[in-house]
């Protein structure tokens, strides 16, 4: 563990000079450990901050320049690791049929009794505002992503699933997080067409099948 390609990764930045074996606690430099720590998935370029908690950041771009170029369907990170699991207009880019799998990898890389944040387009936002015949650039965006219209390339910024707040809740819930809670417009109307998914990991997981086949049922579908 103290070898130079190990003390030179990413994962472990404050220990490329320390040389006492004392510092170091299951392969992990202590300050490492000792710290909360966040990981903002698909985050891009930004570095979002949340209060008492030192932000990691992936990406599957390596010109975004995140902590760790990786996809989030694979993501090369220990188990039960993370405080904080977040993101913000990332899920919706994965395939509808990838959910399960994404999902299943957040609740992996969470520490038990940690926290999720995942903000995603509100498609009820967007279809309540079709029936008011009010449709602008931001109701197709929430539909279909902004495309190129942001600079990048077509295939990282179109929307592959819709979320609804049924759909976020049976999502999470699936993946074993407890105490979901799901907030819209309807909460905050500051939302606008965010939707927020919050929940914690339990202290306790009981181990059971994950299946990856299909994305959980909600009200109308089979």
Known sequence: WDSLPVRRAKWMPRATTDKDANHWLDGYPK???????????????????????VTYTTDIRPDANPDYVQD?????QPDNHYDLCASSHHLEHLGRWDQPKAWSEIFRIVKPGG???????????????????????HVMN???????????????????????PV????????????????????????LGYNLVI?????????????????????????
């Not at 300050?31 to 908690?53: F, H, I, N, T, V």
């Not at 929430?142 to 609804?164: F, K, M, P, S």
């Not at 999502?171 to 309807?186: M, R, S």
């Open 198 to 222: 919050r929940g914690v990991k339990p202290l306790v997981v009981e181990a059971k099948e994950v299946s990856g086949d299909c994305v959980p049922a909600v009200a109308g579908e089979s």
């Open 31 to 53: 300050e490492y450990l000792d710290e909360k720590k966040a990981l903002d998935l698909g985050a891009g370029s930004m570095r979002r901050q949340w209060p008492g908690y």
């Open 72 to 76: 989030t369907l694979q993501m090369n």
């Open 142 to 164: 929430v539909l279909y992503g902004a495309q190129e219209a942001h600079g990048y390339a077509r295939q990282y910024n179109t929307h592959y699933i819709g979320y609804t």
């Open 167 to 190: 759909l976020a809740r049976a999502l999470a819930e699936a993946a074993g997080f407890e105490d979901v809670a799901i907030t819209t417009y309807k909460d905050d109307p500051n």
């Open 115 to 137: 926290r999720i944040e995942h903000v995603v387009p509100n498609v009820e936002w967007a279809a309540a505002k079709i029936m008011e015949g009010d449709v602008d650039e």
